[in-house]
């Protein structure tokens, strides 16, 4: 097949963008339907107490209020499910109802909403409602709900731990340290971060009595996982009685993907009150009301051999989930665990998972979902076992790589790597980052008084896996595409991505093909966004429609032009006789009293067969000034395997947004919880977000291993930025701090101040 | 209630609001220019940026009553027409955009940056400037180079504009 202008492999510019930049996009919060009342919820002050509401008379009575509700007027209602119980394991699951009863379990755990003509009228009347707390002990976070005598959080759930899972042979591997030449262990907390999507959450909910029918307006990742447990665990009520719209979404990044408490609470209130209720969260609520990320506690050991062989592998993970579970909580641990051994050829491996309850926020999948947490443990363990056998990083990570001969690769984690080319990834890398260079830039950094610092991270990570989608594209009477997918774009440009894959196969331009995508109706099934799949399924599905689209087209095509199919080929938006030009375009097929819905129309599924496995190398550089501690990213430098290349621009676009996150997990970001259970970063004043002057420019460069189990090649590239980057920057900063101080371990974030400590510590800056 | 009157993108706009009612809320809620964003409530984020006067302010700090009689420009007010602004353009050209979310502020500020600082923008310059806006999604890698090239394409529009004006005569 030719190579089409718009299509595959083009860096084709967004045709969104032509909205966002003239500020026509619609985010939830700018859609106002007509008669809106607004929401307001109000949420716990205390991280752990028994409650009442004594009176909500005065409330009820405050101008404008149209409503309030509590737990207790929500008896009808189903509580909020947790789907991401991994298949070996066994565990209780908690209630987590629509809002609290009796017990608050986190700051922020919403115990009324009142709906009123005005959000400030709301707000205010919140204030009158005689809510009487009585306060109780709390475990904050991982370490103090794991103390002996820790209080508890759920009453069927001892000592906190949700489960306690296992993965691999214990026998074998601890044979394996017995006869090791060296062990190598660390200990690393990966910090708990917030998703802090610039567009915070946002619900409208709608109630058509006539039709009862509700309807949810919301800024998701997928319309139909919603709807599906909105209408039936929680409302109880038909899938086809709740449509779900999803407008224009201001980043996702995994959180937004879940059911929330207010999208229940928003449908049953405009129900009752017969008049759309619209909630928008502020910021400080973003902290306290939407799920956290990462929040893990990991022990990890390497036995080796005198070459510097990994032998075997022992980690032990600590995964927070806060007090409720999330939908996916319990498995984004269990699935970084079932990603530990990375790109390596280990000898055999043996892991523990425990997930922890605490009175915080709940914790679930955050760009990258477990996968961040793995690499982060596994590279920087890796990088502990350089320094201990005094070898140089890189060569012990050549060293232990799976290597192209053994794939097919089976990992002890069960997983089946199809390809990758790691030590060419690493050895692009280190060309790219000029590392035969370093020492030179360190000494010259040096003598400046700074200490500069370099960072490898080879990760490898697993991307759409399980649900399939199924679409359509469909020629429309004047000529112009209409695919219809069941993915949703949170700002990674689909409507372009998708287009293109069209275009491959149709030859029109990008502008002529639309996309419809978060609209439960028009939109019969999907599975959303999540775990880097839309780009690997939506477009291997569009690949399959596309096809058979033309097909039919030429079909109709050859019958009006009374030619055999052989001898048509498509040409700039029309079908024509090779050669000639007798041709049709596509305006007339639609219009051709010969073609017919169903001719014009192609339907197609694509379910992966396998995860698609991603891999590369990103390289940090960093400046470290020792007497204030401040850290500097000086360059970086990555090169990945991301299968194929639909489109370059909107690829690097992906892996910058990525890096960006895990640079900011690494050296600002951070979640922090007092004793109490406070919340003491719950605004962008006190919670850092990397802003333009704190990160780099990135040099980033693919050296693609097309995927076997896709069937374009694809491996997904969402997630991947994050996963590499925050043990590359780590790994950078603690080569800078152990040149200089001798430091082999520090925890994210690598703050000034942190840094500065552990300088202190290590005899302070000389 | 008060009375407010101001010049919005060139159209005269007036109401009567609550005297704590913000800028932004004027220009979303009563004006229905949805364009530009709220993105914090603590003055951090810089998606709420519009020009007031010719100059970039966080829209989310100023109370509407405070801007009687001001001259606004909000990300609709931007571009002439079915023409983009270059700084638009640029955005759009160097994928400067994901979510779109922090795009308006962003380009309202980029613009603010240009007509400080000049056509000819380092990219510490730029890093430095943006300090105001925040960006989840693009890592800025791509706003930085879409910024550099803004400025320096509103140069050439400038310089296409006189001598547009200078034909005319
Ligand atoms: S809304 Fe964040 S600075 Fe104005
Ligand atoms: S493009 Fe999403 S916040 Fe900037």
């Known amino acids: 097949m030719k190579v089409m202008k718009f299509g595959i492999g083009q860096p084709m510019r967004r045709v969104e963008d032509l909205r966002f930049i003239t500020g026509k996009g619609q985010y939830t919060d700018d859609i106002q339907p007509k008669r809106a009342t607004f929401a307001y919820v109000l949420r716990s002050p205390h991280a752990h107490a028994r409650f009442k509401i004594s009176d909500t008379a005065a409330a009820r009575a405050a101008p404008g209020v149209l409503l309030v509700l509590t737990a207790s007027d929500l008896a009808h209602l189903g509580t909020i499910p947790c789907n991401g119980v991994p298949d070996d394991v066994d565990m209780v699951l908690p209630d987590y109802p629509v809002l609290a009863r009796d017990i608050v379990r986190h700051v922020g755990d919403a115990v009324a909403l009142v709906v009123a003509e005005t959000l400030a009228e709301a707000r205010e009347a919140a204030e009158l409602l005689e809510v009487t707390y009585s306060s109780l002990p709390a475990a904050s976070g991982i370490t103090a709900a794991m103390a002996v005598g820790a209080p508890q959080v759920w009453p069927d759930v001892p000592g906190n731990v949700g489960y306690d899972t296992s993965m691999g042979d214990a026998v074998k591997t601890e044979a394996a340290f017995a006869k090791a030449a060296k062990v190598v262990s660390i200990d690393v907390v990966n910090n708990r971060v917030v998703a802090n999507y610039m567009e915070t959450r946002a619900a409208i909910g709608e109630y058509d009595a006539k039709r009862d029918v509700f309807t949810l307006t919301t800024g998701s990742q997928g319309v139909h996982g919603i709807r599906k447990t909105v209408a039936q665990t929680i409302l109880k009520i038909d899938t086809l009685k709740l449509h779900v719209k999803t407008p224009d979404v201001g980043g996702g990044f995994g959180t937004k993907g879940f059911v929330y408490r207010e999208y229940p609470l928003v449908l049953e209130a405009a129900k009752r009150i017969g008049r759309p209720v619209k909630w928008v969260a502020d910021r400080s609520e973003h902290f306290v009301s939407d799920a956290q990320g990462r929040d893990n506690i990991t022990t990890a050991h390497m036995a080796l051999d005198a070459r510097g062989r990994f032998l075997a592998m022992k980690v032990d993970i600590l995964g927070g989930v806060g007090a409720y579970l999330s939908a996916f909580a319990p498995y984004v641990p269990w699935l970084g665990m079932s990603m530990a051994t990375g790109c390596y050829d280990i000898g055999s491996f043996f892991g523990r998972t425990r997930i922890v309850y605490s009175h915080t926020v709940p914790v679930d999948a955050y760009r990258g979902a477990g996968r961040p947490e793995a690499a982060y443990v596994l590279e920087r363990l890796v990088d502990a076992c350089a320094r201990e056998m005094k070898m140089p990083p890189e060569k012990i990570r050549a060293l232990n790589f799976v290597t192209p001969k053994q794939m097919p690769y089976e990992t002890l984690t069960n997983r089946t790597y199809d390809v990758g080319d790691f030590a060419g990834a690493l050895k692009a890398a280190l060309a790219k980052a000029d590392y035969a260079g370093f020492s030179k830039r360190a000494k010259l950094a040096s003598k400046a008084g700074k200490l500069r610092g370099i960072g490898i991270a080879s990760y490898i990570e697993c991307t759409a896996w399980g649900d399939g989608e199924e679409g359509s594209v469909e020629l429309r009477p004047d000529g112009t595409f209409l695919m219809r997918v069941g993915t949703q774009s949170n700002g990674q440009g689909h409507e372009t991505a998708y287009a293109q894959v069209v275009a491959h196969y149709l030859d029109v331009p990008l502008e002529r093909i639309a996309l419809i995508q978060g609209d439960s109706v028009q939109v019969p099934t999907g599975n959303g966004t999540g775990g880097s799949r839309s780009i690997p399924v939506g477009a291997a599905m569009l690949t399959r429609a596309s096809v058979i689209l033309v097909k039919q087209l030429k079909d109709l095509a050859s019958d009006i032009l009374e030619t055999a199919v052989t001898d048509l080929e498509i040409e700039d938006g029309a079908i024509r006789v090779a050669g000639t030009d007798r041709q049709v375009t596509y305006g007339q097929i639609a219009a051709s009293p010969k073609a017919s819905k169903a001719k014009l129309k192609a339907t197609a599924e694509f379910v992966p067969p396998e995860a698609t496995y991603p891999n590369g190398t990103h390289i940090c550089e960093v400046e470290i000034d020792p007497q204030t501690g401040e850290t500097s990213v000086v360059g970086y430098h990555l090169v990945d395997d991301f299968g194929m290349t639909l489109n370059p621009l909107l690829l690097a676009g992906q892996v910058h947004g990525g890096i960006g996150q895990g640079i900011g997990q690494a050296l600002m970001e951070n979640t922090v919880f007092d004793g109490e259970g406070q919340l003491i970063s719950a605004s962008l004043m006190d919670y850092a977000l990397p802003r333009a002057d704190h990160l780099p420019s990135y040099d980033f460069e693919t050296r693609n291993v097309p995927s076997t189990t896709n069937p374009m090649g694809l491996k997904g590239a969402g997630e991947a930025g994050s996963i590499g980057s925050s043990p590359a920057v780590m790994n950078a900063v603690i080569d800078a701090l152990y040149r200089g101080y001798g430091i082999t371990t520090l925890d994210m974030p690598a703050t000034p101040h942190k840094i500065f400590e552990a300088i202190r510590d290590a005899g302070g800056y000389r | ?169």
């Open chain 2, 1 to 169: 209630m008060q009375k407010i009157s101001m010049i919005i993108n060139g159209r005269a706009a007036s109401g009567h609001v609550d005297s704590r009612t913000l800028l932004v809320q004027f220009i979303r809620d009563h004006e229905h220019l949805t364009g530009t964003h709220v993105g914090c409530d603590t003055s951090q984020c810089g998606a709420c940026v519009v020009h007031v006067e010719g100059k970039a302010v966080k829209s989310c700090t100023l109370l509407v009553l405070s801007c009687e009689g001001a001259n606004v420009t909000t990300i609709e007010g931007l571009a002439n027409g079915e023409q983009l602004h270059p700084m638009q353009a640029a955005f759009r050209e160097h994928h400067g955009l994901q979510c779109g979310y922090c795009t308006p502020g962003m380009i309202m500020a980029a613009v603010d940056i240009v007509n400080r600082k000049g056509h000819h923008l380092d990219e510490a310059t730029i890093r430095h400037e943006l300090e105001g806006n925040i960006c989840r999604c693009t890592g800025y890698h791509n706003i930085v180079k879409a910024v550099a090239a803004g400025a320096e394409a509103m140069q050439h529009d400038h310089a296409a504009e006189s001598a547009h004006a200078h034909a005319a005569e």
